[in-house]
């Protein structure tokens, strides 16, 4: 059956799509217009035969419908010199650190704020990590793993995958829970232990670190806390190790495809799914079924 209430530039577009795009504007309010269409268009798959996003035209529609007063988009930004500093590359010190947890003073986890920290951060992944430096949209933060001044690591979180059925199951989510409360899961989209760096159990211990700042940190940067993180792991090359010493929970695998591939065409590895609730009454936050709030991870 035709469910398509309007077409645009050649789309045709459901009252699902309508829906999704208010939700991902209320979703992510920070996003700059550019930002929202590139986020619009990876959800809805509007792409060139290329596979470029249609980031002029998602624009130009969503203006349309702020002219019906049926989103309400950002104030358009004055543009300026494109500049990505993410790209840059930097020499780093790769002399070997190796030794005992105990052996190093306390771990910390200190956030990669925009300038020359968030440089520096991404070129270390871009040189370091199998995947390098991915461009996220919405709510994110970067971190660096430290130990007094040296740098042993990098971590970033950013906002969930939208089509996970393991995950929802496990959950119980509806379809609605899932749109008004996706953003209460959080990512961790990138995970590098320097290869220079040889630390028993540090890969765990941060990631135990993490699951006690982010809630606070999330707050303070956007004005709610997640209820809980996710991640996948690519089995085809790592065990999942410091997730599992870390008590993250398995829930299973991805089936195979992109993160919001609405068609079923697209093939990718399949990866094992990982998720740690932040505090014990998740599933009825996410559920709606209870309000949620930043928990002292020491109280639970």
Not at 31 to 49: D, F, H, K, Q, Y
Not at 161 to 179: F, N, V
């Amino acid at each position: 059956m035709d469910n398509t209430i309007r077409v645009f530039s050649g789309r045709a577009f459901s009252l699902e799509d309508i829906n999704l795009i208010q939700w991902v504007r209320k979703a992510y309010p920070k996003l700059s217009r550019s930002e929202l269409a590139a986020t619009v268009c990876e959800l809805l798959n509007w792409t060139t035969p290329a596979g470029k996003p249609k980031c002029k035209q998602c624009k130009e529609f969503m203006e349309q419908l702020e002219s019906e007063h049926i989103i309400e988009l950002p104030a358009k930004q004055i543009s300026r010199a494109h500049n990505s500093p993410l790209k840059a590359t930097v020499e780093f010190d790769t002399a070997e650190i190796r030794g005992a947890l105990a052996d190093f003073g306390p771990i910390e986890l200190t956030i990669a704020h925009p300038g020359d920290d968030l440089k520096r951060w991404g070129s270390y992944v871009d040189q370091y990590h199998m995947l390098g430096r991915k461009l996220v949209f919405g709510s994110q933060l970067h971190y660096f793993i430290k130990s007094g001044d040296k740098e042993l690591g990098c971590l970033q979180f950013s906002a969930s995958t939208w089509a996970l059925e393991e995950r929802d199951k496990w959950i119980g989510w509806k379809a609605e829970d899932k749109k008004q409360r996706l953003h209460l899961i959080v990512n961790n989209s990138r995970y590098l232990i320097f290869p220079w760096v040889s630390i028993r159990n540090l890969a765990s211990k941060a990631l135990a670190i993490a699951a006690k700042k982010i809630q606070k940190d999330w707050l303070r940067e956007y004005c709610y806390a997640p209820v809980m993180l996710e991640t996948f792991v690519d089995s085809e090359h790592f065990k999942g190790t410091c997730y599992k010493a870390a008590n993250w929970v398995y829930l299973g695998q991805t089936k195979g495809r992109g993160r919001f591939d609405r068609e079923r065409t697209a093939r990718l590895s399949i990866k094992d799914i990982y998720a740690y609730p932040l505090q014990k009454d998740f599933k009825e936050c996410l559920r709606g079924e209870k309000p949620y709030k930043v928990v002292d991870p020491d109280e639970q």
